[in-house]
Structure formats: C-alpha cells, structure tokens
C-alpha cells in the first residue's frame, strides 16, 4: 500500500472537518441545555418565592383579623401604640402597623411619627365591590414611614424599596377601621437572596396590575420597566417562563402569581453574564478539543509518513539520519557491531576526526585517551541489546584541547543486524563553568569578607561565614529579613535615600556605613553592592560585599592626629629660624626709626633741619613702622591655624613665604629667578602650601651653606601642561647624593646635624600636596644651563 501527500492531505482535512463539526454541534446541543436547565431553574426559584411571598401575605392577612382584640379593649392611645411597637419585634418581615379611621387617617402606631398622616387609598389594588374585607396593596409611597418627618432618598433606584403597604379592612362591630401594614421588601429579598446565592439573579414583586413594588436590581443605569409584551403575557397567564428583552437586555425570565392575593413574582437572569462562564468554559474546551484534533492530525501524519517509509524503503539508511546528522547541534554516529564506524555527521568528523574516516574500531582513533580507549572497547565488545549508556568521556579536538562530552549510547536492529548509534554534546564549556561555580562557591564561604545575597526585594537569601562572624547572626536567623536589622540609626534617611537612588540607575554603589551587630555593637563596614541582572534584563538579586573596617579607622585617627601633630611640630622646628629672619629684616626698620627720632629731637633741640625735612623723617618713620607690621602679619598667618580649602593665587603665596625667608637669602647671598611670569590658581589650604614652599625653599638655602661657591641660584617655574599645574623649584647647589634621594620623603630622614633639622618637613609637604591638593611632589637631580654655564641642582617639581 502506497500514500501519496495529497492523499494524506485530503484525508486530513476530512478527519478535521468531521472532528470540527462535531464539536460545534456538540456545543450547539450543550448550549440549549445550558438555557433550558436555567430556565427551569428561575421557573423553580419564581415558583418557592411565591410560595413563601403568599404564606407571609396570609399571615399578613390573619395578623390584621388578630389586632381586632386589640382594639376592642378600646385602651389608651399610648398603650396601644406600645403594643404595636412590641408586635414588631415578633414579626421582622412588618416595618410598621398602623391604624386607620374611616377618614383614612392614622389614629394609631407603631411609628409615633405616622400619627394623623392621611393615606391616599386610590392606588391600592383591588378596588373593593362586593366585600371591603379583601385585602388590598398600595404603591410604594402610599402609607410611608416618615413621609413629613423625614426626607428618605434612595441613589440607586428610583424605588422606595424599604417597604410597600397592604391593607385591610375589620370590623369593631360599631365601627370599622382599617390596619395599613407596611411589608418590609428588604427582608423578604435578603432572605431568598441569601438561598439563591446565584450571580446576575433578580427578584421582582409587583402589584397585579404591573405595578413595580421591591426589587434587588440596584444597578445604576438599571430603570425597571415592564415592555408591553410582558404585560399582555401576565394578564392572561398567572405564570409563564422565557427569554425577553427586559430593560433592554437579554434577559432569562419566569414569573408567578400570588394564589387569593394581588401579587407578582418575577425571577430573571441576565443571559450573557449567565451564560458567560459556560462559554469560556466552551472556550477552553474548544481550545483543547483543537490542540488534542491538531496534535492527532500530527501524530496520524506522522504515522502514516513513518509507515509510508518503512514499507516503501525509499530511503536508505544514511538517508533517514541525514538530518539529524548534519542539522544537530549535537555530535553522531553509528557504529556497526564490530565497533567499525558506519556513519557521522560533519560536526564530529571536522573536530575530532580530521575529516575522514579509517578502517579501524572506534576506539583505536588517537583522540581519545587511554582510559577512555579501554572503556570503549569494553562497551561494545560486552553491549547487551536494549541498554542504555550515559557516560562523561574525555576527548582531545585537532587542536590537542581536551574536551568533555556527555555521550550516550543505544542499539537498533536494522535488517537483522544490530547496529550502535552514539549522540554526545560537547559539555566542556558547562564543565568549565561549574568548577566555576564550585570555586565560587569556595570563595563564598570562606571569604575573609562578608557576603550578603537578597533577592529583588532586598530580602536576605544567604550568606557566607565572614558575615555571621562580623555580626553575630546565623544564616537562619537572617533569611527572608531585611538588612536593615544592622541598622545603627546613625545614618539619616537621605543617605539611604541617595544609596538606593545610586544603586538602581547604576546597578552599583560603594560606601561606608555604621551598622550594629546582634549584640548591639557598632562597627564601620566598608560596603560594595552590585544589582544582578538576568539575560533578560530582570533584576534578579543583590550581592552586597563588606569589610569590617573599626580598626582600620580607629587607626587612620590616629595616624591623623600624628600627622597633625607633626605638621605642628614642623612649624614649630622652623619657628627659630623665622625669629631669626624676622630679627634680620627688623634690624635696617628699626635702624632707620633710631635715626629718624634722632635727627627729630636734635632738631627740636638745635633747629638743625627744616619743617620738610622733618615731614620727610616721620614719613621714613611710618613706612618702617608699617614694614614691621606687615612682617608680624606675615608671621602670624603663616602658623594660623585654617582647614577651609579656597582658591588662591600661586605666585602671591609664594611671595608670601619669600617675605618670611628673604633676609635668610640675603644673608647667604642666595638670588631667587623667577624662570617666567605664569601665574595660576589652586584649590586648598594656603598656609600649608606656606609650608612646602618654605620646606623646599629652607632645604635649598641649607644646601648652600654646605657649598663655598660665588653664584648661589634658585629657580621657580610655573606653567600648565595638558590641563595639569606644574610647579618646579630647584638650585644650582650641585644636588642630593643619589644613595638617599629615595628617601627623602620618609619621616625622621634627614642628613643635617640633630640640631640644625628634625626630618619631618619634606615628609609633610609630600603628606599636604597628595593629600590636601591632590596632587603628586617628585624630586630628582636636574642639569640645567644658565647664562651660558652649567649647572646641576636638586629639582622639587610639583604636579596639581
């Protein structure tokens, strides 16, 4: 037997044809059901309603034959109102009683604000004939409660559905009287609401003649109101059930009328919404119905192909494993039973077996090792038919890499041979990753650092053992908390505020915080968080890293205050030496002071000068008083003590501290070049940029004095250079012995006497340009040509 596609086609599209329209009809049938089981349902609910709606209108009816005893007892007003507030508490379905004289006026009860109301009786139903004993119903607004006391106002419907009144005519022998009881509707609805407990279901009670008087129907833009077929429909029949267009929807409807008494029950239910979980239940049904026609269709196709192969032998053996050879992300081939290689696909031959195959059993191929040869070889040498082996094999590619692959092995006869097929992924890469993993994992735990690991919502899901040292929790005290248990509160809000801000545009923040252990100890973690991301961009955890970094700090405030300490003890070892200078610089002032009164009191004295060269004296005097003052200022500024860092001027900082030092130049006959007229300015603290300048400056001037030579230099070179400020300072005073440039900026170094330097001054100047200005101090031998002469000198040049 032969199939052609075609046929297979045709017969496909005849099974689905006759599938589908089995279902539809199916679903057709099902439907109607559906209506007719609720039809009959509403049928049932209209007919209990009436029944129970006419037992409680009978008791109504005895009720108000009973309260003649009451009022032939002819008591008091007052009594009998009290006695008709208690009759109430006996019969919850009664908003009130109320008594009417033959002027339809209320003579008594239960509701003392109903006392004297008229009652329009125009509208109750029936109108008396024969008897005025029958029992009659009013509209709603006919005998209401509060009518002038109270103004009742209903949003949802324009029906007063409280309750709605019915009436009854007794006799008390002299006279006759009529008991007006108003029904309370929302009890009776709640009541059969209650045992309905259906969704979209409504329940309407009207007088006979149409009459709306209660319903449960509080939708707002629902308007209750009969059609003219419903009407016609309850005026000839006293029940009938269907489907109409009530209030302009579809509706599912049955209504019955009241045996001896003028009432109508109407139960109805909106037919899409009662039909609609029928119909995504049909819907789901449909679906599955087509996905199991479409998987069988498949199946069936596939069948009939496999079958239209395997009788036909249209293919040969390479034929049917062709694509999967060559189209697989997955290594293939077969082996025959004597372990000879049948067939491979292209991927495992161009990487393993340099693209052509021998005459020689798989295992004899040089790519795999020893070890993996042997177990080969046993493998299909002991091979029991059926089984199946999963292994992890060892391989070497053309390259001489050694990978992994998983491989599994398994039999099938063909043409009463029995042959082997070999499928293996290459897993070297998932190897790889999970020694990865396993060392992470390593890492993890016995990192000296703590590790937090939350999910999206910062909740904590592990951590590592340097955590629950650091803080004294366990790992099942912490998961599912937060991290803010190790809150210490000496953070404000803002700065978690600015954390988190940082932390989600970033997906990364660094920081130090205070936090407080499980015993309530406080410790400064330095803290790196990263956000982890999925391949597709979801948040997935965080993975915060932290160092317990107390001691570090407690140690880096120490070493500030040493630093402090040695920055005032670096000013203080240069405090002789300014006295010394400002001595020098005061000597000619004080001189010229001396000479000045002199001539002025030998004047006085004599009359040896005129009143102008007098004038001229006391000039000289005020300007050196002014010199000597301007020279304190200096000195005073020079040890105030500032920390605020603010712009200034380079070159008058150090005009600055020339002033402080210039008759020490003098004195040594030092000459100070400017080498051009750059100037700029710098962020920091001046006085401490005083200090270097006057370190460096005291340093050169100390290593003249070492020297006996006649020219005695020192350069000062300013410029910028690729956006850097450079300042260099050096001399001709031959230079520093190459055996200690290295460590001139150590602390404590020094090559003068104890008693000329301490050591600590180019230490702290290297201390405020890296750390006050941010910026780098090297220093190096520079050679160097001046006027034509050759020179060499120590360089200090500095980089901001």
């Not at 004289?101 to 239960?110: H, L, P, T, V």
């Not at 077996?353 to 191929?365: A, G, R, S, V």
């Not at 366990?474 to 509160?489: A, Y």
């Not at 050679?783 to 040049?797: D, L, M, P």
Request: hydrophobic share 40%; net charge negative; charged share 25%.
């Amino acid at each position: 037997m032969k199939f052609t596609v075609s046929k297979i086609i045709i017969a496909s599209l005849f099974i689905i044809f006759l599938v589908i329209s089995g279902v539809f009809f199916s679903i057709s049938v099902l439907k109607d059901e559906t209506i007719k089981t609720h039809l009959k349902l509403v049928q049932l609910y209209s007919s209990i309603f009436v029944d129970n709606l006419t037992k409680t209108i009978n008791s109504m009816d005895l009720f108000s034959q009973s309260l003649v005893v009451l009022l032939k007892n002819e008591e008091k007003e007052e009594i009998i109102n009290n006695k008709l507030l208690n009759l109430l508490k006996e019969n919850l379905e009664i908003r009130s009683i109320n008594i009417l004289d033959e002027n339809n006026k209320i003579i008594y009860s239960s509701n003392k604000l109903n006392k004297n109301l008229l009652i329009n009786l125009e509208s109750f139903y029936p109108i008396p004939t024969y008897s005025k004993d029958i029992l009659r119903v009013g509209n709603t607004k006919e005998g209401r409660d509060f009518f002038d006391a109270k103004n009742i106002e209903y949003s949802k419907n324009n029906l007063d559905i409280n309750f709605f009144p019915i009436l009854k005519e007794v006799s008390l022998g002299y006279k006759r009287v009529k008991v007006l009881i108003a029904i309370n509707g929302d009890f009776l609805l709640n009541r059969y609401n209650n045992f309905l407990n259906i969704e979209h279901c409504y329940i309407d009670i009207l007088k006979i003649d149409g009459t709306l008087l209660v319903s449960n129907d509080f939708r707002e833009q629902s308007n209750i109101d009969i059609s003219d077929e419903l009407k016609t429909i309850i005026k000839e029949k006293n029940s009938f059930s269907g489907i109409f267009d009530f209030n302009k929807e579809k509706t599912i409807l049955s209504y019955n009328s009241t045996l001896n008494y003028p009432f109508l029950v109407i139960v109805r239910l909106n037919f899409d919404k009662t039909l609609q979980t029928w119909e995504e239940k049909s819907y789901t049904f449909l679906v599955t119905i087509f996905a199991l026609l479409i998987l069988s269709i498949i199946l069936i196709i596939s069948w009939l192909i496999t079958y239209n192969k395997r009788i036909n032998k249209e293919f040969s053996l390479n034929k049917k494993f062709k694509i999967l050879f060559e189209q697989s992300s997955f290594f293939a081939l077969i082996v025959d039973s004597d372990g000879k290689i049948l067939d491979i696909n292209k991927s495992f031959l161009s990487l393993f077996f340099e693209n052509k195959i021998e005459d020689k059993n798989i295992w004899e191929y040089s790519c795999w090792p020893e070890s993996e040869k042997k177990w080969l070889e046993s493998i299909f040498r002991n091979y029991t038919d059926g089984e199946k082996v999963q292994k992890e094999l060892n391989i070497y590619d053309l390259d001489g890499k050694p990978r992994v692959l998983e491989i599994v092995i398994s039999s099938f006869e063909i043409d009463e041979h029995i042959e082997y097929v070999l499928i293996a992924l290459d897993i070297t890469i998932k190897k790889q990753r999970e020694k990865e993993l396993k060392n992470a994992h390593i890492v993890f735990k016995n990192a000296h650092d703590g590790i937090v690991v939350t999910d999206d919502k910062a909740n904590i899901v592990n951590v590592n053992k340097a955590f629950e040292l650091n803080t004294g929790y366990t790992l099942k005290e912490v998961v599912g908390r937060n991290p803010k248990i190790l809150k210490s509160g000496l953070q404000e809000e803002d700065f978690y505020k600015n954390m988190w801000t940082e932390l989600i545009s970033t997906g990364y923040w660094e920081g130090e915080i205070t936090n407080k252990d499980k015993n309530g100890k406080l410790y400064i973690e330095r803290i790196k968080i990263n956000a982890v991301y999925n391949e597709n961009n979801k948040l997935t955890n965080y993975i915060a890293v932290f160092s317990d970094i107390t001691l570090q700090k407690e140690q880096e405030r120490l070493l500030h205050e040493k630093e402090k300490l040695l920055f005032q003890q670096s000013k203080l070892s240069a405090m002789g030496e300014m006295i010394g200078n400002i001595a020098h610089q005061w000597r000619q002032p004080l001189s010229v002071i001396s000479s000045s009164t002199s001539a002025i009191k030998l004047h006085e004295e004599e009359g040896f000068y005129s009143k102008e060269e007098i004038i001229d004296f006391i000039e000289v005097i005020l300007n050196s008083t002014k010199y000597l003052s301007n020279t304190i200022d200096d000195f005073r500024n020079f040890y105030k003590e500032d920390s605020v860092k603010s712009n200034f001027d380079v070159k008058q900082a150090i005009n600055s501290s020339l002033n402080l030092i210039k008759t020490e130049l003098v004195k040594h006959n030092i000459e100070l070049v400017f080498v051009n007229d750059d100037n700029f300015e710098i962020k920091g603290i001046r006085n401490q940029f005083l200090q270097v300048m006057m370190n460096i400056l005291i340093n050169a001037k100390d290593a003249f004095i070492e020297k006996e030579q006649d020219l005695k230099l020192i350069f000062i070179n300013l410029y910028e250079e690729e956006g850097k400020k450079i300042i260099e300072i050096y001399d001709n005073a031959g230079g520093i012995n190459e055996n200690v440039i290295a460590h001139v900026f150590e602390p404590y170094f020094t090559t003068k006497h104890k008693s000329v330097g301490t050591g600590i001054g180019l230490y702290m100047s290297e201390e405020i340009i890296t750390k006050g200005l941010n910026g780098e101090i090297f220093v190096s031998n520079k050679n160097f040509v001046y006027k034509n002469q050759k020179f060499i000198g120590a360089e200090f040049r500095i980089i901001i």
